[in-house]
């Protein structure tokens, strides 16, 4: 089944703990990107990736890392959350980042709560 | 840049009746324009997008929009709701400057009353 998978859906941390949420994709899409989700202001891009090993900041970057070393996999790094990050979190993915048209894929989401 | 403008962040409707979700876009160039629906604890969903080829766009579920490039208009309709469709309804707009991204509307959730 074609699916944008995330890890862990549900996580709990405190202040300061390091943490990476997951994605992966089984689609062979070129394309992967973050979103956080904030009530009353939709989703807002925090990374993208258009390929392997290319990756770009979205509209709010601070305090997050990404990696793309395969095509597949998009980790979201936190190495020092903060409760501001409390959010609910969503990977997508799509064919190409050069198509407009191109429907993006979500995962699950992550509901990652700082405290 | 591009933007989108949701009307209502809650909108409450009877079963059976007529479903209307206001979406205003913001954009210098021709728009590619989509929603996404969200049902409770679960990703989003496309519902259908446009892309220039027709202004009446049909999409899943029974949903259809009309792009109204005087109205900078992209509302999404549906004649008859079912308590089905109660969820979250996301405009976006595709920022092709920057790739693939999309810039989201804040929301609107459908409750469908019985």
């Known amino acids: 089944e074609a699916q944008v998978t995330q890890n862990p859906r549900y996580l709990i941390t405190v202040t300061g703990k390091k943490l990476t949420v997951t994605c992966s994709q089984n689609m062979n899409h070129e394309y992967m990107s973050w979103y956080r989700q904030d009530p009353g202001l939709g989703l807002r891009q925090i990374y993208y990736?258009?390929?392997?090993?290319?990756?770009d900041k979205g509209d709010v970057p601070e305090g997050y890392k990404v990696s793309r070393k395969e095509k597949r996999n998009f980790p979201l790094i936190l190495e020092s959350p903060s409760p501001n990050q409390t959010s609910l979190y969503f990977c997508?993915?799509?064919?190409?980042?050069?198509?407009?048209?191109?429907?993006?894929?979500f995962g699950p989401g992550t509901r990652l709560t700082v405290l | 840049a591009q933007s989108v403008t949701q009307l209502g962040s809650h909108v409450s409707v009877s079963e059976g009746a007529l479903v209307l979700l206001r979406c205003n876009y913001s954009s210098s160039v021709p728009p590619y324009l989509f929603w996404y629906v969200q049902y409770p604890n679960q990703g989003l969903q496309l519902l259908l997008k446009y892309t220039s080829a027709a202004t009446l766009v049909k999409g899943i579920n029974g949903f259809e929009a009309e792009f109204k490039k005087s109205e900078t208009s992209f509302h999404l309709t549906k004649p008859s709701a079912h308590m089905s469709d109660a969820a979250e309804y996301f405009c976006a707009v595709s920022e092709w400057e920057n790739g693939n991204k999309l810039v989201f509307g804040a929301g609107t959730i459908l409750r469908v009353k019985s």
């Open positions: 990736s258009m390929n392997v090993e290319v990756t």
């Open positions: 997508a993915s799509a064919v190409s980042g050069t198509s407009v048209w191109n429907e993006q894929f």
